[in-house]
């Protein structure tokens, strides 16, 4: 059974940065998307990042690009996002998100069918 657990939010003032972390366990397939997805109180879920695990490839939104990287510590089985020049529209629940059953695009990760817990990041003065 496939688990998500992430860490790293908080509360930061606009400008500030973040790094959240996701410990994976439970995945069996050789090569798969794994990233984060977040979602605001009375919005839908909107993919964030992702990157692929064959070759590193990554994906970004076009409203986090240049600001937010992504990345992966096999050994580790983390992912990490790195999150840079933080806006107020930011903030949501981030998640970590990842389809255990086959290799998927990064870019539908916003509808993958495992994610963690969520962890909270609030972008305010």
């Known amino acids: 059974q496939v688990h998500l657990v992430e860490s790293g939010g908080g509360l930061v003032q606009p400008g500030g940065s973040l790094r959240l972390s996701c410990a994976a366990s439970?995945?069996?397939?050789?090569?798969?998307?794994i990233g984060w997805f977040r979602q605001a109180p009375g919005k839908e879920r909107e993919g964030v990042s992702c990157?692929?695990?064959?070759?590193?490839?990554?994906w970004y939104a076009d409203s986090v690009k240049g600001r937010f990287t992504i990345s992966r510590d096999n050994a580790k089985n983390l992912v990490y996002l790195e999150m840079n020049s933080l806006k107020p529209e930011d903030t949501a629940v981030y998640y970590c998100?990842?389809?255990?059953?086959?290799?998927?695009?990064?870019?539908?990760?916003?509808?993958?069918?495992?994610w963690g817990q969520g962890t909270q990041v609030t972008v305010s003065s």
């Open positions: 998100a990842t389809d255990p059953t086959r290799w998927r695009p990064c870019e539908g990760i916003a509808a993958f069918g495992s």
């Open positions: 439970g995945l069996t397939l050789d090569y798969y998307a």
């Open positions: 990157i692929h695990t064959n070759d590193f490839s990554t």
